[in-house]
Structures are given as C-alpha cells and as structure tokens.
C-alpha cells in the first residue's frame, strides 16, 4: 500500500472544462493527471485534476489567466 502524499485536487463542473485544464497543463508541462473526484469532494462532473501540492498553485494560476473553469482547488492527502 502507498503512503499518502499531499496533492492539490482540482474540481470542475463540467467534463469540458476538465479536458481544457488538461489540455492547458500539458502544454504549460505542469505535473498532474485527471482522477476521479476522491469521495469526500463533490463535482458536478466527476472529474478532478490531482497535482504535487508545491504545483497547485501555478495550476490554479494558469486557470485563472486563461478564464477556464473550475469549480474548487483543495490540499489533501492521496
């Protein structure tokens, strides 16, 4: 079993908006994957981005300058 490691967890509310954040990050090169949403989140589409948590927020930075979508960003461990 892995040990938990802190992560940054982005949610979104649709599966739209989580394929264009996909689409940003990778561009940008920013470390991450699309996850299902951990259960103790909620979303309205189920999809959430999971980061290392020293990349959240230039994650969150880039959404923003680019006026995607996203519904929350959260620090948790996974």
């Known amino acids: 079993m892995q040990k938990p490691e802190a992560r940054t967890?982005?949610?979104f509310h649709t599966t739209a908006e989580a394929m264009?954040?996909?689409r940003l990050f990778r561009e940008l090169a920013l470390?991450?994957?699309l996850i299902t949403v951990p259960r103790r989140?909620?979303?309205d589409?189920?999809?959430a981005w999971s980061a290392p948590?020293?990349?959240g927020?230039?994650?969150e930075e880039a959404l923003r300058q680019r006026s995607l979508g996203f519904d929350g960003v959260?620090?948790?461990e996974l």
Do not use: W
């Open 9 to 11: 967890v982005i949610t």
């Open 57 to 59: 927020g230039a994650a």
């Open 53 to 55: 948590a020293e990349a």
């Open 45 to 47: 589409c189920g999809l």
């Open 41 to 43: 989140l909620t979303s």
């Open 31 to 33: 470390p991450g994957k």
């Open 20 to 22: 264009a954040a996909e």
């Open 74 to 76: 959260y620090a948790m």
